[in-house]
């Protein structure tokens, strides 16, 4: 199975996949809430120069208003949905997460020209009916296994230091290249920026290998089937 029942903070009420069952080293880079200028841009110099293949779960109404900067995510990395308009949908009616998520779609789709399969909800809280309609819409749910709390906009050193330390084989990330929908001008992702590189030359160095979501997802499945 992809998917795990959780019972920690974030995924008290679903199966999401959080990790993949490997012990090879290899580990997914993901980004929420953008795209973001200039912040996006920055970050794709960066993997494009260190060679690295991330995925990015986008805000349709951010996607909006920078679509060229999401076709460009996506045609070089693995793209996500992360709602419409980035709300707390814990508690919210079903016509309401499938309006987030189907809005979120449409605009993914109308920039990128890319239907996204995979689905992180804002703030992390899944409820039983946020999960419910994400797969009716198409969409598995994703968490994550070790997170910076960048959105604080700790210190670089910080952000490094608490992703490093806490990775593992067939880990998941959790980073930042927006805000909410706050794109402009209160998004400061600069720590962010500035943290990536060396998060990913000192995971280079202990033998990491970098694999999108579904790359993950899919190492997961043959190694349960193996």
């Known amino acids: 199975m992809v998917y795990e029942w959780l019972s920690p903070r974030s995924w008290i009420y679903g199966p999401v996949f959080w990790q993949a069952h490997t012990e090879e080293r290899v580990i ?10 200039p912040y996006t841009g920055q970050l794709l110099e960066i993997l494009d120069r260190e060679d690295v293949r991330a995925t990015f779960f986008q805000v349709g109404n951010n ?11 996506a045609s070089q990395h693995a793209v996500g949905n992360h709602t419409f308009t980035h709300p707390h949908l814990t508690w919210s009616r079903p016509s309401t997460i499938r309006d987030e998520l189907e809005r979120g779609q449409d605009a993914i789709h109308d920039a990128t020209g890319k239907l996204p399969t995979i689905f992180r909800v804002p703030h992390g809280w899944y409820g039983p009916q946020t999960i419910s309609v994400a797969e009716e819409v198409g969409l598995r749910c994703m968490g994550w296994s ?3 709390w960048d959105w604080n906009r700790p ?10 330390r806490g990775i593992h084989p067939g880990g998941v990330t959790l980073l930042h290249d927006g805000q909410d929908t ?3 001008p209160k998004a400061d992702r600069s720590h962010t920026i500035a943290a990536v590189p060396h998060i990913i030359r000192q995971l ?23």
């Not at 280079?204 to 089937?225: I, Q, V, W």
């Open 182 to 184: 706050d794109a402009y």
């Open 63 to 73: 996607v909006v208003r920078e679509p060229r900067l999401a076709a460009e995510v």
């Open 28 to 37: 997914s880079l993901t980004f929420d809430d953008g795209p973001c200028h």
């Open 204 to 226: 280079k160095e202990d033998g990491y290998c970098f694999l999108t979501l579904p790359e993950m997802m899919d190492l997961d499945a043959a190694h349960n089937h193996s």
């Open 155 to 164: 210190p670089q050193e910080k952000i490094q230091h608490r992703i490093t």
């Open 146 to 148: 070790v997170m910076a």
